[in-house]
């Protein structure tokens, strides 16, 4: 007997990611970066949060920066992790990200949150983001859309905004006037 030739459907990876900038136009920067995404072959965008006027999280003794505009994305995808960080990476890039300075201002940061429940020490791609648990910027905006969601490894989001004092104890706050949206 002929066995039927053996075809796997490619895994499909559910990712949250962050965006965020302060230099240039800052919510077409993140606009843009949405666009990229919704874009990108074998990746679909599921959901979008508010946008967040953010204080700048610096390195000890930097100079100051521009308040940030940041947003969380949450997609689907055949893209394996790896993949995906070259995406955002290449979209980084399109848009004129510079890497000078550690937490330098920057037109557009993708982070990827989370694969999944994936969990990497990879330096390339740490799963979960090794910072996001700290990050006022990424939890609220998430809380916003999915309050139920838990971060691998470190909790429900809702708890881990809570532990931090919510949005606003970290200089983070709802900009209901700007506004994602997905073409
Ligand atoms: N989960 C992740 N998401 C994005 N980049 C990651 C992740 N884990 C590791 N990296 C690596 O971190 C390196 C530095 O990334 P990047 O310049 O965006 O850092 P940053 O945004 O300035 O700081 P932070 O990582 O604190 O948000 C990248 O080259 C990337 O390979
Ligand atoms: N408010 C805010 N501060 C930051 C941000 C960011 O997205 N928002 N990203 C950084 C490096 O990823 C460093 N500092």
Redesign the pocket.
């Given at each position: 007997m002929t066995e039927a030739p053996h075809t796997e459907a490619p895994r499909t990876h559910s990712a949250v990611l962050a965006i965020g900038g302060n230099l240039g136009d800052r919510l077409g920067n993140l606009q843009a970066a949405v666009d990229s995404l919704a874009d990108t072959p074998s990746l679909t965008i599921t959901w979008l949060s508010p946008v967040y006027e953010t204080a700048p999280l610096l390195e000890p003794d930097a100079e100051p920066q521009e308040d940030y505009l940041n947003a969380v994305i949450g997609v689907v995808s055949a893209l394996p992790p790896d993949m995906l960080?070259m995406r955002?990476?290449a979209i980084?890039e399109a848009l004129g990200r510079v890497?000078e300075v550690?937490?330098?201002a920057?037109t557009i940061?993708?982070?990827?949150?989370q694969v999944d429940d994936l969990v990497s020490d990879?330096?390339?791609?740490?799963?979960?983001?090794?910072?996001a648990a700290q990050r006022a910027f990424v939890l609220a905006p998430w809380h916003d859309v999915r309050p139920e969601d838990v971060l691998t490894g470190a909790g429900p989001i809702a708890d881990l905004l809570a532990a931090l004092g919510g949005a606003a104890a970290q200089g983070a706050a709802r900009r209901d006037d700007l506004e994602l949206v997905l073409s």
């Open positions: 960080l955002a990476h980084e890497r550690r937490w330098g920057r940061d993708i982070d990827i949150v990879d330096a390339e791609l740490t799963l979960p983001h090794p910072r």
